[in-house]
């Protein structure tokens, strides 16, 4: 799956099988952080890019087919990374985002990397015109102090967090075989918001695993409503083939799952419409996405990522894609901020 030189005989027919399963047929040879990402075509806007760090994943929750797609995590080296990212920002992206199924497990499988996932954001933090480092996807139980740390302290790494928790229910974690518990969880995000002072915090759920009962869901409602995260993104349970939890017995019905998935976002719509209007009157600086003919752009401020999350549209602003812009809120539209520049020479080059 991860061998790209095979795409084309793959397609055409011609690539000789190599094993029974289908998933098995195409799978490469070589290590996926053997195949460099540079010179790539890149389909994002040329102001921000992703990079991937890492490929495969050494946990094994019951409701994902990406350890049987992909294989074992292996990381790129710290060197690789860098290289690509500087090659990036020579190619203008001023906002990286580091992706992997598992980033804050990088360098601490099999591939060790001396300092892990922390020594690779300070050594990413030094590269020159470079503005906007942004982290996804990380594993709750392996987030430790030092990476809370080293994003704290790094003026390029934004504060922010997106972790994927899945679900808050102590049984529920347990069978989907998360490696931590309520407590735990609740624990660490304690440490987040200490350790990262004005973080944003994004997670992602699963409404409707196998056997998820009404208590256990309104456990999850109540988790949400009480934490207040800044984003949040919910799934219903999707019934994978040849996974544990494909297996279990008491799947839910389809109709309570999207009822479970409405619910939650729908108290999460109230959590993120009051935490938008909070920030009515901050002063923050922002990156520019796109102009509007209006003479508004939609830009993004530390916390929001792009395609993910909401957006802050700037009035009356000449700033082009990729200008950073210092900005006013002036009020809040749903999930998004209005605000207004309170520079008017553009572009503001630093954070
Ligand atoms: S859900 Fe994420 S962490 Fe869990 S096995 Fe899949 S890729 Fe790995």
Redesign the pocket.
């Known amino acids: 799956m991860n061998n790209r030189d095979d795409i084309v005989r793959a397609v055409v027919g011609t690539q000789r099988p190599r094993a029974d399963r289908v998933a098995d047929i195409f799978l490469s040879d070589y290590h996926p952080f053997t195949q460099i990402d540079t010179a790539r075509l890149r389909l994002t806007p040329r102001h921000y890019a992703y990079l991937r760090i890492s490929e495969g ?1 050494d ?3 019951t ?2 087919t ?2 049987s797609i992909r294989g074992r995590m292996h990381c790129k080296p710290p060197a690789m990374v860098e290289a690509e990212a500087r090659e990036l920002v020579a190619d203008g992206a001023v906002e990286i985002i580091l992706i992997g ?2 980033t804050t497990s990088y360098g601490l499988g099999e591939d060790a990397i001396e300092g892990g996932l922390a020594s690779l954001l300070r050594r990413l933090n030094k590269i020159d015109g470079l503005k906007w480092i942004r982290l996804m ?1 990380v ?1 709750p139980s392996v987030l430790s102090d030092e990476m809370l740390d080293a994003i704290a302290e790094c003026d390029h790494v934004c504060n922010y967090i997106d972790i ?1 928790l899945q679900h808050i229910s102590d049984r529920v974690l347990k069978s989907m075989h998360r490696r931590i518990d309520r407590s735990a969880t609740e624990r660490l995000l304690r440490r987040i918001r200490d350790r990262i002072p004005g973080v944003s915090v994004r997670t992602t759920l699963i409404a409707g695993f196998p056997g998820e009962t009404q208590e256990e869901f309104q456990e999850l409602m109540d988790f949400i409503r009480a934490f207040g995260f800044d984003a949040l993104g919910v799934f219903p349970y999707s019934r994978e083939p040849d996974t544990p939890a494909g297996r279990m017995a008491d799947q839910i019905p389809d109709a309570t799952k999207r009822r479970r998935v409405d619910a939650l976002m729908s108290a999460q719509q109230e959590v993120a419409f009051s935490m938008a209007r909070e920030r009515i009157a901050d002063r923050f600086d922002v990156l520019v996405d796109q102009t509007l003919e209006s003479g508004s752009v939609i830009a993004r401020h530390q916390g929001q990522a792009p395609q993910v999350d909401g957006v802050t549209i700037v009035e009356a602003c000449d700033a082009s894609p990729g200008d950073f812009v210092g900005v006013r809120c002036i009020k809040s539209k749903d999930y998004d901020l209005i605000a207004t520049p309170t520079q008017t020479s553009l572009p503001v080059v630093n954070r």
């Open positions: 994943c946990q094994k929750c409701f994902c990406i350890p199924q598992d996807y594993y994927p």
